[in-house]
């Protein structure tokens, strides 16, 4: 039963499963079931995959890059500054939350990582449910189809707004939550 514990303190689940099941005969289901009650006991859970943090998080650095390149050197009608640096800012600094969880052992610095990356896409949700709120509502198209385009439009603000504020609240929840290191 040791070797088991210190199978699913180190992560192993795959491994912690399968020494349960020779240890006790179970099948595969009841193999598991105790190996998430053990890990929900010990307050541990498998890791992620280092190298999924870390091409997810490179994948979004360049994006978030290229779309800051596009709002400040390219603006135009069809490119507008504002939501281009917006978005590119919030997906490089995703990237760059990605890769300190890449770089750290996984860790509480990587709890935190993930703290702040839920608040900064949380923030960058906010901004655009705010632009589209206040200053391209007439983008807004679709809706109730017996009601009338101006209704439509002043329901999407209002639907936008409100997103907007409950995205606000949870960048306030995720940011008081990574100066508090949870």
């Not at 603000?157 to 306030?172: D, E, N, Y």
């Amino acid at each position: 039963m040791r070797t088991i514990r210190a199978a699913v303190q180190l992560g192993a689940t795959v491994d912690a499963i399968q020494l349960y099941r020779e240890a006790t005969g179970c099948d595969l289901a009841e193999a598991t079931k105790a190996i998430e009650q053990m890990q929900a006991e010990l307050g541990t859970t498998t890791p992620p995959n280092r190298a999924q943090c870390f091409w997810f998080g490179l994948f979004s650095l360049v994006c978030g890059s290229g779309l800051l390149f596009a709002g400040i050197a390219m603006p135009s009608k069809k490119n507008p500054m504002f939501p281009c640096v917006v978005l590119g800012g919030m997906f490089a600094l995703c990237g760059i939350w990605m890769l300190a969880s890449a770089a750290s052992n996984f860790s509480a610095a990587s709890k935190k990582a993930g703290t702040w990356f839920a608040a900064t896409v949380a923030a960058g949700f906010s901004t655009m449910a705010f632009w589209v709120a206040i200053f391209d509502s007439k983008g807004i198209r679709g809706g109730i189809p017996f009601l009338p385009n101006a209704w439509n439009q002043s329901l999407g603000q209002i639907a936008f707004f409100c997103g907007g504020l409950f995205c606000l609240v949870l960048t306030a929840v995720f940011v008081r939550a990574g100066f508090r290191g949870k």
